[in-house]
């Protein structure tokens, strides 16, 4: 997790240079947006083909060649000459994108192999952390580092990141090289959880009647409608990314970029508070959040987003951004923790799948905000955005609430 929260500090530090690189390069504002979209395009791409990368080579090997691949093309492009810039920076687009979600979805269906069944929600929550802190970390850096040293320091401080990472993974040892030895899906789960997600009213295994991804969903009864509801809150997240600027623009001219940084930075300090107080919960219950906190999480985020727009004082949106980054680490932690109760042949599947949906939401929202945002406030834009996240959060509880009651024996409180 250290190794993850040191290559994610240098993503978030790139996320900021690269784009400032691109235009610079460029001179043309289309070009920032090309890329992001190959950036994202790439990773919508690679979630549909994880699953079976996963299940013909082991998570350890995928998640030391996606670190090799990623500082490789960044050393690539402090190399390029100038001539070379351009395609260099498609290169990068397209293997960060690539990679970063191959990543991910190894990373989050090994978990379990890795500490055990027991102690998802504890791993979830370290690794959510840590990537907090890195995106502070680099937000807070990348404008000092691309104005002193310049662009080419970052990318090199971010060539590293992504080695250090590769060696961490190279240390890790994960019994069966990151693959399952046993077959299990429901040991070591809370009850409510075994109920949620095994197959079947009678917990019978899985029928593959058509792709692994689709089967996958098909495992758990609400597991398609919980990657739904992800896809639109990604939509959300695109909405309040977008407005930030612009909100912050119209507080200070002279200085937007104070508010923003407060803002992450608060929300940051929310995300981790709720990471430790998960942390123990899980080490009191030997229970996960489960699929009611991502419900209730998303339904707190997204009105806490909003809320954010809304013209308040300075100390009550303070607050409301410590709200809604807790919010936002208490969705994280239980739609993780709960896809990884599948079993181990659907479970990469189904994290690619969300990988995918994920990336289509906010990729199509970024056009949509953007479109949107010359005609209307932000206070409405990200009003309807998650405002439909709301909705859909709404759904899903009632649907949860159904299975719950519909589900023989006994449940948990």
Known sequence: MTGYAISSYGTFLNMVALNLF????????LAM???????????FAVGLTAGGLLA???????????????????????????GLRTAALIAVSVVVGSCG??????????????VGEDRRSWANSLSITGRSLAMVAGFASAGVVVSLVGYTAAFVVDTATFAVCAVTVALLPIPGGGKRRDGGGSRGRAPDEAAAAEPGAAGAPARRRGPAALAALAAAPGLALMVALRGVDALGSSSHNAALPVYSSELDDARPAVFVSAFWCLWALGNIVVQQLIQRYARR???SVGA????????????AFILAFAGFPMVATAAIALVAGAADGLTEVSYTSHLQTLPAGLRAHAFGLSATVENLGFGAGMILVAAALDHYTPLTVVGWSHGAAIVFAAVFLIRVAGLRTSSPGPTSP
């Open 292 to 303: 009611l906190g991502f419900g209730w999480g998303t339904c707190l985020m997204s009105a």
């Open 285 to 287: 219950t030997g229970r």
């Open 101 to 114: 979600t191959l990543f991910m979805v190894s990373l989050r269906s090994s978990i379990p192999e890795m």
């Open 22 to 29: 691109v235009y610079e390069t460029t001179g043309r504002a």
């Open 56 to 82: 013909r080579f082991t998570a350890k090997s995928v998640m030391l060649w996606t670190n090799i691949a990623q500082a490789s093309v960044m050393l690539l492009l402090v190399l390029a000459p100038d």
């Open 33 to 43: 947006g090309l890329f992001m979209a190959v950036r994202l395009a790439s990773g």
